[in-house]
């Protein structure tokens, strides 16, 4: 007899039930542990690959330094200089980057004599004044955002036993080529970075240990592991809740068609696309799974489809990028990519090039008198015009507002010359009357041709061609010019040549540019006091003004060149704490800065300073900007950033309320001709009703030259906002101090 109660089947199915769920939940933990470690090591094992991928781009990088500071100094000038130490400040400055040695990522380079010193005339900021002997290996250098690397190269003895007779330094940014070095399929390049921790000089091959980065994330592989993941939850899930005996059925039933669904996945990563999974269920095929099949290659053909479109659509944002939305001619970024490429084209041949530059005379005149629409409908016709009488596989490029550009091969000066008169006929062929157009619609042209093998001449032939498009505007002048010697020198004539170099290489190297800040005062209690940035040019002892530095610029088309030049000296002054936190600043800008796509990224170092004060961008309203369009996106882009507007010169042309209307702005600067007029009693009361307007509309004012204590006290009378003038203080160097100037007038705004 059987003591107590038998079990019945029923609790030993509860007990192999709980057995069941207790060894699944041991085995999902198990698992969950695995997948974890598996992540764990693919991860490190990832860092690792990493970390060999960057030791071997910066080893590539390393040797490139290295090979270029032995080409230099095998450079036979170099050993010249050596010799004849006399010029070496001249060859520094005009033979030295220009000869094509030196890469563009070489920031300074410098010859030293056989005991480590420089040579005489060296003013390198970068470079030191004497080396350590022997030289040593190359090293990283701490810069301001990024390292540098220097690198000393003995300049070889004309005998191999003598000791060298000098040596060589460079100093170069290396972070850029080593992120475009190679295609890295585990770093993440723009992460690339280095931590010196408190040293500033380390030795080169040091670098990798100093190194920082990010990998690479791994779309597919998150995929999967969430899939995997999923799976594994739905699993247990599904087996908790059902029966032992359908235990192994229903394992059979899910966990092959997964894996067979993530074979395909494993196989999908490694195809070009293609593939078709088939039935995963075999003779009892479960719903789910072939939905997820299904599913899967439905995916794959519309990723196909996907696939196919993006190409076509990255060959239609070409097209889109390339060319000019107006006219449909090619636009400044191909004509870039075009001009670095042409030099590498034209050294094959020996056949000539041509740079013809085409210029509509009085376009803003016409823009005013007859309207943008008019203006485009102008615009459109003269570059069919131009681009119909051009050859088969010539292009016209638009790089300015009305300024066209052709490059054309194999052709000598008479072909150049016959191509201006072609396009002179047809211009005056065309009816521009169509349009509304009243007055003919002239060109002028510029050519200039050069010899494709003489890479110096290219260089010169956008220069060459202003010069002759300069002498075409001229009147008398035939309008189709070809460039001439004598023609340059008729050019220079029109500036002091001191000047023209001065101001050429204030722009292009930075050095001489100085900023004079002239308060602009409020005159009321509601508004702080600011001050206005203006540009001076000191060389030689004797200070340059804007007088002689704008003729220069606009001759040479450096707008842009000089706005980025007074932007970092002016980032420079806010970085030295030589603008106090309190005071505002406002900066000028040109047209063709306003318009240019990367005024945005320009600008970006000065967002952290409008934490503590108001930086106004001034446009002067005077300036031709032809692409209104894209001025407006720019400013509107600026003021969501916090950056303030202020149209200049208001009043000094026709077309003030048009850009009052169309443009962001805050700030409304009355021209001083306007001001000039307060002297006038009819003009008085124009000049009053406008400010009136304008206060009404929420803009702020100011009064532009006030000279004299009248004039304040009428601007004060009309509630202007702030004043401006030598009345209320002259531009002075920031070394005279700020406040002190903005608070001699602070008593104005309780007049």
Not at 362 to 384: C, E, M, P, W
Not at 532 to 541: M, S, Y
Not at 559 to 566: G, W
Request: glycine share 8%.
């Amino acid at each position: 007899m059987i003591s107590g109660r038998t079990p019945s089947i029923t609790h030993y199915a509860l007990l192999l039930a709980a057995i069941a769920l207790v060894t699944l939940a041991s085995f999902g933990l198990y698992t969950w542990y695995k997948v974890d470690q598996l992540r764990g090591e693919i991860q490190e094992s990832g860092r690792e690959a990493a970390r060999q991928e960057l030791a071997g781009t910066l080893e590539h990088v390393l040797t490139q330094a290295a090979e270029q500071a032995s080409r230099f100094a095998r450079w036979e000038e170099v050993r010249q200089q050596l010799g004849t130490p006399h010029y070496y400040a001249y060859w520094k400055n005009h033979r030295m980057h220009q000869a094509g040695i030196l890469t563009d990522r070489i920031l300074d380079a410098g010859i030293y004599d056989h005991q480590g010193m420089t040579l005489p005339g060296s003013d390198s900021d970068h470079l030191p004044g004497r080396l350590e002997l022997p030289p040593p290996a190359p090293r990283a250098v701490r810069g301001d955002t990024e390292p540098f690397l220097m690198v000393i190269e003995p300049i070889p003895a004309p005998d191999a036993a003598q000791s060298p007779p000098g040596f060589v330094g460079l100093k170069s940014r290396f972070l850029d080529a080593l992120r475009e070095g190679r295609v890295y399929r585990h770093v993440d390049p723009e992460s690339i970075r280095f931590d010196l921790g408190e040293r500033n000089v380390i030795p080169a091959r040091e670098l990798l240990q100093h190194a920082q980065f990010d990998l690479r994330p791994n779309p597919m592989a998150d995929q999967v592991e969430d899939l995997l993941s999923g799976a594994v939850v739905n699993l247990g899930a599904i087996l908790g809740v059902i029966t032992l005996v359908l235990f192994s059925t229903l394992a059979y039933l899910i966990v092959r068609p997964l894996r067979d669904i993530s074979g395909h996945v494993d196989r999908l990563r490694e195809s070009a696309g293609g593939l078709v999974l088939k039935r995963v269920g075999g003779l009892l095929p479960v719903a789910e799974t072939e939905k997820i099949r299904e599913s899967l290659n439905s995916y794959q053909a519309r990723l196909q489809d996907v696939h196919s479109s993006l190409k076509a659509k990255n060959r239609e944002f070409w097209r889109i990028a390339h060319h000019d939305a107006l006219t449909g001619v090619r636009n400044r970024r191909a004509f870039d990519e075009y001009w670095d490429t042409l030099p590498r084209l034209a050294a094959r041949h020996s056949y000539p090039v041509c740079f013809a530059l085409f210029d509509i005379n009085h376009f803003k005149a016409i823009n005013d008198s007859y309207g943008h629409q008019t203006g485009d409908a102008v615009l459109q016709s003269v570059a069919r015009s131009i681009d119909e009488v051009l050859r088969d596989g010539e292009h016209l490029f638009r790089i300015g507002g009305d300024e066209f550009a052709a490059l054309l091969l194999d052709c000598d000066e008479s072909g150049a010359q016959r191509l201006g008169e072609r396009c002179q006929e047809r211009i005056r062929a065309t009816d521009f009357t169509q349009y509304g157009v009243r007055e003919p619609i002239k060109i002028s042209i510029g050519l200039a041709v050069a010899p494709g093998n003489d890479a110096p001449a290219m260089q010169a032939l956008q220069w060459q061609a202003d010069v002759a498009m300069y002498k075409a505007k001229r009147p008398g002048s035939s309008p189709v010019v070809l460039f001439t010697p004598e023609l340059e020198k008729d050019t220079q004539s029109l500036y002091s040549n001191w000047i023209n170099n001065a101001v050429y290489e204030a722009i292009t190297r930075g050095t001489g540019i100085r900023m004079a800040y002239q308060p602009v005062v409020a005159l009321n209690e509601h508004h702080p006091s600011y001050v206005e940035a203006l540009l001076r040019i000191e060389h030689q002892g004797e200070v340059i003004g804007p007088a002689d530095i704008f003729p220069v610029v606009e001759a040479r088309r450096l707008e842009v060149d000089l706005d980025r030049a007074v932007l970092t000296r002016i980032l420079g002054d806010l970085r030295a704490s030589l603008i106090p936190p309190e005071v505002g600043i406002s900066i000028n800008l040109s047209g063709p800065t306003i318009v240019n796509a990367g005024l945005t990224q320009w600008l970006e170092a000065f967002v952290p300073f409008l934490q503590d004060r108001p930086i106004i961008l001034e446009v002067t309203e005077t300036a031709l900007i032809t692409e209104i369009g894209l001025a407006t996106e720019n400013l509107q882009r600026l003021r969501q950033k916090g950056f303030l507007v202020a149209l200049d010169d208001f009043g000094s042309g026709y077309s003030s309320i048009r850009y009052l209307a169309s443009m962001p702005v805050d700030t409304v600067k009355f021209d001083i001709t306007l001001i000039r007029s307060l002297d006038v009693p009819d003009q008085h009361h124009i000049l009053e009703g406008l400010v009136q307007m304008i206060r009404d509309v929420g803009y702020t004012t100011v009064a532009e030259g006030i000279e004299t204590a009248e004039q304040l006290s009428r601007v004060h009378a009309l509630k202007f906002d702030f004043a401006q003038g030598y009345h209320l203080g002259h531009p002075a160097p920031v070394s005279q101090g700020l406040p002190r100037v903005l608070q001699a007038h602070a008593g104005i705004s309780r007049m």
